[in-house]
């Protein structure tokens, strides 16, 4: 690499694709999983996460740690094998060991070492919205919050993050007297029948209400404090989906998932954040993706070939 950089070839658009291909296939990729997926998905953040061991006894260190396995083999097989954006969304496999395949109710994997393991209906996985990691860093300890999961897929998955909620606005309460008075779904829309906050959780919530099913460490269920869930529910447009599955289905239509992991992978490469005048650049990324039916590696060379990155000097700033 020293010596093409040397020999001024690295401005050849051609030689430059080549090198990111043959990069993103040696080991010193794993930086990419470690640094961009865990700051894009958030997973690194699982250690920081304590789920209540009253409640969630099953929650131990090596459950916690398979589930971060989990994500990152999943991350990397998406990257080494140039799979599309959209299988982040709704891929039909994904990485386990025994632990975490016991604890999702998957038969079939015995012993620490993971394996990859083919996923249909049944399984009710697939993609990094169902799995572990995401689905418990996005709860509380003590419970499931479809405030938290529903902001996280906007703001992370969407790029659409909501505004800030007011000042003063009181929390949901949690009393033990509160959850037998209802449902968390008729909890919350009590909550956001107020004016100041309504705005937001009309955006969120439906959002997050889609994986109920999926209780705060990640487990499936049907009930809820002996109250039945329903996930189903609508979005802002007016469309209408089922539960997570048919949300999943609808966002992988959608190009606001793609512009949103463009968005992610550029501000992560010039390491600030995205300006007006960075529109164009997103926007040419974009055409480029959806011409090499959004392969994950056109993406990584879109974003090397682009003028920002270019032109970055060597303190990281543009020239």
Same mark, same amino acid.
């Given at each position: ?22 990069? %993103? ?10 640094? $961009?997926?865990? @700051? ?22 090596? %459950? ?5 396995? *989990?994500?990152? %083999?999943?991350?990397? *097989? +998406? ?8 299988? $982040? ?44 990691? +995401? ?17 996280? +897929?906007?703001? @992370?998955?969407?790029?659409? &993050? ?31 029948? =107020?004016?100041?906050? #309504? ?10 209400? #889609? ?15 002996? $109250?039945?869930?329903? &996930? #189903? ?11 997570? #599955?048919?949300?999943?289905? *609808? ?12 968005? =992610? ?9 995205? *300006? ?18 959004? =392969? $994950?590696?056109?993406?990584? =060379? ?7 990155? @270019? %032109? ?8």
């Amino acid at each position: 690499m020293l010596n093409l950089a040397e020999a001024g070839l690295l401005r050849d658009d051609d030689v430059l694709s080549y090198q990111v291909e043959r990069m %993103l296939q040696d080991p010193k990729s794993d930086a990419l999983v470690t640094n $961009f997926a865990g @700051q894009w998905l958030q997973f690194r953040s699982l250690d920081t996460v304590t789920p209540d061991p009253a409640k969630y006894p099953s929650f131990t260190p090596a %459950l916690r740690d398979a589930m971060l396995k *989990e994500s990152e %083999l999943f991350f990397t *097989e +998406i990257m080494r094998s140039n799979r599309e954006l959209t299988d $982040f969304l709704d891929a039909d496999f994904t990485y386990l060991n025994e632990t975490l395949a016991n604890h999702y109710g998957i038969e079939g994997v015995h012993g620490d070492t993971f394996q990859r393991v083919s996923l249909d209906a049944s399984s009710r996985r697939g993609g990094v919205l169902t799995q572990g990691s +995401i689905l418990t860093l996005t709860s509380n300890p003590t419970r499931t919050s479809p405030v938290l999961r529903g902001k996280w +897929i906007l703001e @992370q998955i969407l790029g659409t &993050p909501p505004p800030p909620p007011p000042p003063d606005v009181p929390m949901l309460e949690e009393t033990q007297e509160a959850a037998l008075s209802g449902s968390l779904r008729e909890r919350l829309e009590q909550h956001r029948s =107020k004016p100041d906050c #309504a705005t937001c959780h009309e955006k969120m919530d439906p959002i997050g209400f #889609a994986f109920e099913n999926f209780n705060a460490v990640g487990q499936w269920r049907d009930l809820d404090a002996g $109250f039945q869930i329903d &996930p #189903a529910g609508t979005l802002p447009d007016g469309t209408q989906f089922e539960g997570a #599955a048919d949300l999943i289905a *609808e966002l992988k239509t959608r190009d606001t998932f793609v512009h949103s992991v463009i968005e =992610k992978m550029l501000t992560f490469a010039l390491g600030r954040g995205l *300006e007006y005048y960075d529109q164009c650049t997103t926007e040419s990324i974009f055409e480029e993706v959806t011409a090499n039916h959004l =392969k $994950f590696q056109a993406l990584v =060379k879109a974003v090397v070939l682009s003028n920002p990155f @270019q %032109l970055r000097n060597q303190e990281g700033n543009e020239s």
